[in-house]
């Protein structure tokens, strides 16, 4: 790699911002050299103060009503971008056409898979993304144009080097060698909406300069605007297209436009370090903000991998699966608990480090999720595992793809038929492209109507799951998922989870206890999962209002427990003074019944699941338990259990001896 050095103005010395020892983490790239990843924190408003002049930010904003306000004085312009798209699309679909009627294999033809690349590279930055998002479906796309569609991640035709500097001198408020000792004479990556160079600071540390493409934001707003003036015609005249595709399209806008400010995208990369960075093995990278502007970035330079490049992660003996599986549990936290998600992650957004970490990159394309959605989508989770449909329906209400005026009377029968083929199967062989499809099916025939926020949410899921298909094609993402939403529904205080946990328990006014075993055994999968949290928690619910429903249910359940067992025992001694002793005078009192005697296996099984989880450790519960015995929410509580106790004891008593006489 040829790169372009500048004399330094000063000693470059091992020091962060703050003048203290950088952070370091050591890896070895392939050809051995030892290379820096470094971390340190943002930099001191002196140092910001000493940093060269920066231009004034330029507000940048989606606004469609301004954008159609501009295009709509200008036909022209409209129509000649509406032909510019329309030739070569259907030259294309003409040329393939032509191949079948040949005899051609289109879907084995690299050279129509080139051309399909070459085609969205010269539509521009939208049709890009459409390439990019399909780029991660091999499901989807034959072999030979997912590696052509994969090339549109970071190897797109760089704009020149001259433009790059002049953006970099017109944002940073000095020219490149008086910003940076070293730069790439060339681009190392060129993506949809910027070019990324491989730098080095004065102070030592190695930095990606992301450099925006000229003229992006006329190029996309055009695009923009025409495929919303069609998205909004569909919406009108179609009568079976319920889902607000304008709303869908405006979301799409907003999160394009924050991505081509990078001022947003390094306040992205913060917040995303606060929210994740701290999860094992996930590595975010710095942000140099005293050279970052709306146009150019600095952030750390990341030496990395693919995930999707398995030879060579199997060669440095990095585990792409366990990656994928890192990858999958941050996505979690993301979408379930914060809300704050990355909506992009290609594979050319997620590397893995020398070190074994998964590392996120692109921080441009991100979005949020309310909390009610966000616990709306757990309870959706939890009756699609269970097979709830009637509970399914209403959580779409929540989720405002149904109305609540909605009759769901034909709607439930009809999510049975779309899950028929997952009725005997486990969450293991659910995935969450044919979840969507069979849905997607669904929406088309009932009054279903598709909530901005979800289109993005799906980009992600599917584009994460897209990469794992590719790395193990039997790697299920709801499999992965289930102990987390687990260890949710068993620590989560919120109302509505609590509300989750009780319809998973109990069906028909009894306990299942198949359920809590399922639950537990998958919850203690989870990586942050910790029994003693769960008992604390567990006792504070029970001896709330809230845990009324549950609290006395179980009362029952322990009595029934004890019944089994007494029963039991007065079993085996009758037996033993029949069989043994002789005294046939005395009755062979019967056992438990089958069902009581397959709750006590249940019951012995979840005992032995907490023995084997984490947290379960006689020396730390020991002063627990005593502080929750002082707790005069638990004298109440164990009043309570008493009472019922004595209550339920008496009431079979008595049941006995009127059934005696």
């Known amino acids: 790699m040829m790169v372009k050095t500048f004399p330094p103005s000063f000693q470059s010395t091992p020091e962060d911002s703050y003048g203290g020892e950088l ?90 898979a080139i051309q399909l690349r070459e085609l969205l590279t010269k539509l521009g930055p939208a049709y890009i993304k459409i390439g990019q998002a399909l780029s991660t479906r091999p499901d989807l796309v034959p072999p030979v144009y997912l590696e052509e569609l994969t090339k549109l991640q970071d190897q797109l035709p760089p704009f020149a080097n001259e433009i790059a500097y002049q953006f970099i ?20 990556a060129a993506a949809s909406l910027g070019q990324v160079y491989k730098g080095k600071l004065k102070t030592g540390e190695e930095v990606a300069i992301k450099v925006q493409r000229p003229d992006l934001r006329e190029r996309i707003t055009i695009d923009l605007y025409i495929l919303r003036y069609l998205a909004g015609w569909v919406q009108r005249k179609v009568k079976r297209v319920r889902s607000d595709l304008v709303g869908i399209l405006d979301e799409l806008g907003d999160r394009i436009f924050e991505e081509m400010d990078y001022i947003h995208e390094g306040e992205n990369a913060e ?9 094992q093995d996930v590595y975010v990278p710095k942000i140099y903000w005293e050279y970052t502007n709306r146009r150019v970035l600095t952030m750390e330079w990341i030496n990395g991998i693919k995930l999707t490049q398995a030879q060579e992660l199997q060669d440095l003996g990095i585990n792409a699966r366990y990656l994928i599986e890192v990858g999958v549990q941050c996505s979690l936290r993301q979408l379930l608990e914060h809300g704050f998600f990355h909506a ?145 529904l068993l620590t989560d205080p919120a109302d509505e989870l609590r509300t989750s946990l009780k319809e998973l328990l109990f069906k028909d006014g009894k306990f299942r206890w198949n359920r809590l075993e399922n639950l537990l055994t998958n919850a203690r999968n989870s990586q942050d999962y910790d029994l003693s949290l769960v ?72 005992l032995g699941i907490l023995r084997e989880t984490k947290g379960f450790d006689v020396a730390q519960i020991a002063p627990q338990l005593a502080q929750v015995l002082v707790n005069p929410r638990v004298h109440h509580l164990g009043q309570q259990i008493a009472s019922r106790f004595t209550q339920k004891a008496l009431t079979k008593l008595i049941r006995q001896l009127l059934a005696a006489e």
């Open 23 to 112: 952070s370091v983490i050591e890896v070895v790239p392939a050809n051995g050299t030892t290379a820096l990843v470094l971390h340190s924190p943002r930099p001191s408003t002196e140092q910001e103060q000493s940093a060269p002049a920066k231009a004034e930010p330029e507000t940048l904003g989606y606004d469609p009503e301004e954008i159609r306000a501009h295009y709509a004085n200008k036909p022209l312009q409209v129509l000649r971008r509406i032909l510019a798209v329309l030739r070569p699309t259907l030259s294309y679909v003409l040329g393939m056409w032509s191949d079948k009627q040949r005899g051609i294999v289109v879907k084995n033809d690299r050279r129509r």
């Open 169 to 188: 001198e017109e944002e940073l408020g000095s020219p490149p060698e008086e910003i940076y000792a070293e730069i790439s004479a060339e681009p190392i």
């Open 271 to 279: 917040r995303f370090f606060e929210l994740y960075g701290h999860m």
């Open 344 to 488: 992009d992650p290609h594979p050319g957004n997620l590397l893995a480090t020398f070190d074994g970490k998964l590392a996120y990159l692109d921080f441009g394309m991100m979005s949020e999720i309310k909390p009610p959605q966000r616990y709306g989508l757990i309870e959706a989770i939890v009756h699609v595992v269970n097979r709830d449909f009637d509970s399914l329906a209403k959580d779409y209400v929540k989720l405002e793809f149904l109305t609540p005026e909605t009759d769901l009377t034909p709607i439930i029968p009809a999510f049975s038929r779309v899950f028929a083929n997952a009725q005997g199967a486990s969450v293991a062989e659910l995935n969450i492209k044919s979840i969507t499809d069979d849905l997607s099916a669904l929406m088309y025939e009932y009054p279903f109507r598709v909530p901005p926020y979800y289109a993005l949410i799906i980009r992600s899921l599917v584009t994460l799951e897209g990469i794992a298909i590719y790395i193990d094609p039997n790697f299920k993402v709801l499999s992965e998922a289930y102990p987390y939403v687990s260890k949710r």
């Open 535 to 606: 008992l604390n928690q567990g006792v504070e619910f029970l001896s709330s209002e809230r845990g009324e429903f549950i609290r006395d249910r179980l009362v029952d359940e322990f009595l029934n427990g004890i019944d089994a067992v007494s029963k039991n025992v007065l079993h085996n001694f009758t037996y033993l003074l029949r069989e043994r002793v002789g005294l046939t005078a005395v009755n062979e009192t019967p056992g438990a019944t089958v069902e009581q005697q397959q709750n006590l296996e249940h019951i012995k099984r979840i």
